[in-house]
């Protein structure tokens, strides 16, 4: 099995900072929404959406296109702003702007479908510049650390190529290499397979069960069911901007309770 966090203490001395985490147990939530809405012009995109990921749970969002799934994940990165209602993060409200801005997108690991690698910069670089420049690791170290996460998620042997020299998905387990480099509290994957080659799915998403198996918290946007059953504690159901359903996965995919679900997951199944 492929070891993506572990509790490599060399590592974890090479990342830094470490971010104030609520201890799994505590009761906090790593990530709360309460009744959020947001629009874009006369489009409700997202409607009182409550919702709170605790340490160590994975969370997947399905729904179809258009539901808002991309926008509620770029609105906990604060991304996006907010209409009304509140975001937490580790229970603290989400900061405006400046240093603490730039402090929580990096608690925040984000791994969009288009893999977004700097293209020219070798792929150690990639991972390494994020700890060096926001969480000030001497360079030395954080090239130890980035070539430690690039073995696990199976990459190390490309560390010196550009992201294009790479298939879709090596880049796309570059990307997660790089957001784990900066030992976030929370990982947030929006369709990180979607753009990638059929044969290329599996590897990406081993690496991710592998995640979600070591404990990392997760909110996944994915229609990929085979995670979901694998690797999700509760699946939400989004459409129009509000959620649906909330469920096991067990539950969601063989007893869906509303209409919009099993005619969204007829058309998933049918693919
Ligand atoms: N920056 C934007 N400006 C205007 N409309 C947007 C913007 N981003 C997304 N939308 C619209 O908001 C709705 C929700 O989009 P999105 O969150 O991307 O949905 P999903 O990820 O579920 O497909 C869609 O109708 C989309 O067209
Ligand atoms: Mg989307």
Do not use: W, Y
Not at 46 to 60: K, W, Y
Request: hydrophobic share 45%; net charge negative; glycine share 8%.
């Amino acid at each position: 099995m492929v070891s993506v966090t572990g509790e490599d203490s060399a590592t974890d001395a090479a990342l830094g900072a470490v971010p104030a985490t609520p201890a799994a147990g505590s009761g906090i939530p790593l990530v709360e929404l309460r009744e959020v809405n947001k629009h874009f012009g006369e489009l409700h995109v997202l409607r009182d959406i409550t919702l709170s990921v605790e340490a160590g749970e994975v969370v997947v969002i399905i729904g179809p296109s258009g539901s808002g799934k991309s926008t509620l994940c770029r609105a906990i990165n604060r991304l996006e702003t907010i209409d009304s209602g509140t975001i937490l993060l580790g229970g603290q409200p989400l900061p405006d702007e400046g240093k603490a801005l730039a402090q929580l997108r990096s608690d925040v690991g984000m791994v969009f479908q288009s893999f977004n690698l700097f293209a020219h910069k070798t792929i150690l670089d990639n991972v390494t510049l994020g700890p060096i420049k926001v969480r000030g690791v001497k360079p030395d170290q954080a090239r130890e650390a980035a070539m430690t996460l690039l073995e696990r998620v199976g990459v190390a042997d490309q560390a010196g190529k550009l992201p294009a020299q790479l298939s879709g998905g090596q880049q796309q387990r570059v990307a997660i290499a790089r957001a784990l480099a900066m030992n976030p509290m929370v990982m947030l994957f929006d369709e990180p397979t979607s753009a990638l080659d059929p044969e290329m799915i599996t590897e990406v998403l081993d690496v991710m069960v592998a995640l979600a198996r070591e404990g990392m918290t997760m909110l996944v946007v994915t229609h990929e069911m085979g995670f979901a059953r694998k690797a999700a504690d509760r699946v939400i159901f989004m459409a129009d901007g509000s959620i649906v359903e909330e469920s096991t996965p067990e539950e969601f995919f063989t007893a869906p309770r509303t209409d919009r679900a099993k005619d969204f997951l007829s058309k998933v199944l049918l693919q």
